[in-house]
């Protein structure tokens, strides 16, 4: 916490805590919350070694959704979310959703931010890859 708030404004924090576990501030602040993709990220996290694993998402799918893991239910985790969607501070967007249409969803983190980038900035990060860039190291 120390080290945050030594960080310069506009600082990007992830978190993947439920919104009961966030601090009732944050929806006073000017912090920005975007919930969505936890599921996904939970499970690659669960596979960790001191956690117990699943050999395959089909495994791990239905325990996420009925509340079996450490943290309990992605369905609840989402009901819970939802409640803050139309929250100004609350952006929902998902990993399918950028990837579908990379450049619809980077304008609208650049509006959700407040940053301004022209159209080509969009075009030119959306055709960065994993692979484009290690290619170009």
């Known amino acids: 916490l120390k080290r945050m708030k030594k960080l310069p404004s506009r600082r990007?924090?992830?978190t993947r805590l439920p919104p009961h576990l966030l601090p009732p501030s944050i929806l006073q602040s000017k912090a920005k919350v975007n919930p969505k993709d936890t599921a996904v990220s939970y499970h690659h996290f669960y596979n960790m070694p001191l956690l117990p694993s699943f050999t395959c998402w089909d495994e791990y799918f239905p325990a996420c959704m009925n509340g079996k893991l450490?943290?309990?239910s992605y369905i609840d985790h989402l009901v819970e979310c939802n409640k803050y969607i139309d929250h100004e501070?609350?952006?929902m967007i998902s990993y399918a959703e950028?990837?579908?249409d990379p450049v619809l969803g980077m304008k609208k983190i650049a509006?959700?931010?407040g940053f301004s980038l022209c159209e080509e900035d969009f075009h030119r990060i959306a055709n960065t890859s994993f692979q484009a860039m290690k290619?170009?190291?």
Do not use: P, V
């Open 70 to 72: 450490a943290w309990g």
């Open 89 to 91: 501070r609350i952006m």
């Open 98 to 100: 950028l990837k579908e």
């Open 111 to 113: 509006a959700f931010f």
């Open 135 to 137: 290619e170009k190291s």
């Open 12 to 14: 990007i924090i992830l």
